[in-house]
T-cell receptor
Framework: DAGITQSPRHKVTETGTPVTLRCHQT?????MYWYRQDPGHGLRLIHY???????DKGEVSDGYSVSRSKTEDFLLTLESATSSQTSVYFC?????????????FGPGTRLTVL | QKEVEQNSGPLSVPEGAIASLNCTYS??????FFWYRQYSGKSPELIMS????GDKEDGRFTAQLNKASQYVSLLIRDSQPSDSATYLC???????????FGTGTRLQVTL
């Protein structure tokens, strides 16, 4: 009954291939976010969405695109993967419940680009 | 310039002691702060939220916010080995519920 799921959980791909990561939520939260987490850098925001079809860039958006066609789903696409995009990717949701600013994280996707 | 700063640690405390984790921030407009716990290989888990100056207690956890000095702290009383994790501090930046995260402090609770 997990409220936020991510797929795939692990992926190994080659440089230059396209990759799409999926985040699915059952919380009916308005906002959704994609982060990457790397040693020494912590969590960095890639893109976020404030509603269906409404998205904006975060601090490390180069090389990534997103789409949100339904409230429940937020897709992150690496058009042409590079080794520098090897990372752990977390989806988060927020904008519901008692605190509008709290965010809740999915289990993460470990991506390796060879 | 990183907007939310944390000492990376590790902070080592004996079992049963109080662990004190600190975080400073540069944006005076930051309105609310959050502490997340992250076990190795897992995702961040929200453990405390604080929105106003002062202390907020929840079980063994106390969050403290001092807006004049621009720091946030998390106290863990009666520390247990299961508290060993990385603790992330995050501040609300004022738009679209976006948070800025510190790089985290690793806490080790020793037997």
């Amino acid at each position: 009954d997990a409220g936020i799921t991510q797929s795939p959980r692990h992926k190994v791909t080659e440089t230059g291939t396209p990759v799409t990561l999926r985040c699915h939520q059952t919380e009916n939260h308005r906002y959704m976010y994609w982060y990457r987490q790397d040693p020494g850098h912590g969590l960095r925001l890639i893109h976020y969405s404030y509603g269906v079809k409404d998205t904006d860039k975060g601090e490390v958006s180069d090389g990534y695109s997103v789409s949100r066609s339904k409230t429940e789903d937020f897709l992150l696409t690496l058009e042409s993967a590079t080794s520098s995009q090897t990372s752990v990717y977390f989806c988060a949701t927020g904008g519901g419940g008692l605190s509008y600013n709290e965010q809740f994280f999915g289990p993460g996707t470990r991506l390796t680009v060879l | 310039q990183k907007e939310v700063e944390q000492n990376s640690g590790p902070l080592s405390v004996p079992e049963g002691a109080i662990a004190s984790l600190n975080c400073t921030y540069s944006d005076r407009g930051s309105q609310s702060f959050f502490w997340y716990r992250q076990y190795s290989g897992k995702s961040p888990e929200l453990i405390m939220s604080i929105y106003s100056n002062g202390d907020k207690e929840d079980g063994r956890f106390t969050a403290q916010l001092n807006k004049a000095s621009q720091y946030v702290s998390l106290l863990i009383r009666d520390s247990q080995p299961s508290d060993s994790a990385t603790y992330l501090c995050a501040g609300y930046t004022g738009t679209a519920s976006k948070l800025t995260f510190g790089t985290g402090t690793r806490l080790q609770v020793t037997l």
